[in-house]
């Protein structure tokens, strides 16, 4: 089967590549720049895959993208996944995030070849703050931050044009993915590159962090690609969205001390109030419950597991100097 995954270059597109290859599947995959020569895919995995440059900003190149690959299955996973950096260029995001898929979206309707589904990699930033119990997909989209806004208008856009052009959109509303490849923008990675720069005597052993309290539900991201995959499996509904969760929260804390214990080090940990995110809600856990029932997947990989291979995959590669970040311009 002919696949295209936008963002293959991307964190969680390196690892979906693979899951997809390993399925026996056919891969086209996008990336803004040069193909992955660092990440988590094997030198097997990237001469396994049809690499090609792609801007989901230009709808001709996304059509001839579309064309090209004539897959009967898209991944769209190209686009700003960092809140930090899409807060800093919220034109820009809007533009990738909202009017990229839009693109996708339109070209699918166009292509002479039949296009079973698109799934769209969403976000749980898109249902905003934390409503004191578990978020379902009938939760009502009311994001608080920049990037939970285009997360939010992408989901919108890919469910109501797909709806409006016969295309079956389905999105997967991500919570937190961790695991090896991530970027050190983000938590988890941040405290494998702070922690190991300790350990070889490069920096005083004191970390300064924010609020480690906050609660998440991580889960790691080789049982979110598992997760997109079974969603692009189904025949039901379309335009449906699935939380994609473990349906636990899991307090930063226990990353931080996760990754500690992997290190070996017992730093001096200091608040600093400026680390700490203004209005950012004390727990955030999805319901994994539509989609159990759909495909019967639940998270399986344990975090501990996941954050001690996190910081043995910073230790051995560089990471934090040379990981591929999810497609952006």
């Known amino acids: 089967m002919r696949v295209l995954v936008t963002g293959g270059d991307g964190f969680i597109g390196q690892h979906l590549v693979e899951h997809l290859l390993d399925r026996g599947y056919e891969v086209t995959a996008t990336m803004l720049g ?146 090896p490849g991530q970027r050190p923008v983000f938590v988890l990675p941040s405290f494998c590159r702070r922690a190991l720069a300790i350990r070889r005597g490069m920096a005083e052993p004191r970390l300064a962090v924010g609020n480690l309290d906050v609660e998440r539900d991580f889960t790691d991201v080789r049982d979110g690609v598992r997760a997109l995959a079974d969603i692009a499996d189904l025949d039901g509904t379309p335009h449906m969205a699935y939380n994609v969760c473990s349906g636990i929260a899991t307090k930063i804390r226990r990353l931080l001390e996760w990754v500690l214990e992997r290190a070996e080090i017992e730093p001096e940990i200091v608040r600093d109030p400026a680390l700490v995110r203004s209005g950012e809600p004390a727990a955030v856990v999805g319901d994994p419950a539509r989609l159990r029932a759909a495909t019967g997947w639940r998270a399986e990989r344990d975090l501990r597991a996941c954050a001690h291979a996190t910081l043995d995959w910073v230790a051995s590669s560089g990471a934090a100097r040379r990981s591929s970040g999810d497609t952006a311009p």
Do not use: C
């Open 34 to 179: 040069e193909a992955p020569s660092g990440g988590t895919l094997s030198p097997a995995g990237r001469a396994a895959a049809a690499w090609t440059r792609l801007d989901v900003r230009d709808a001709d190149a996304v059509a001839s993208a579309v064309n090209a690959a004539r897959p009967r299955r898209i991944f769209h996973l190209a686009g700003f996944s960092s809140g930090a950096e899409a807060g800093k260029r919220s034109r820009d995001a809007l533009a990738v995030n909202g009017a990229g898929t839009l693109n996708l979206v339109e070209a699918v309707a166009r292509a002479p070849a039949a296009v079973h589904t698109v799934v769209v990699a969403g976000s749980a930033d898109s249902y905003g703050g934390g409503g004191g119990g578990p978020m379902q997909e009938r939760t009502p989209l009311r994001p608080t931050s920049v990037y939970g806004a285009t997360k939010a208008a992408q989901d919108v856009v890919a469910r109501g044009v797909g709806t409006a052009l016969g295309v079956r959109v389905v999105v997967a509303r991500l919570f937190p993915l961790v695991g």
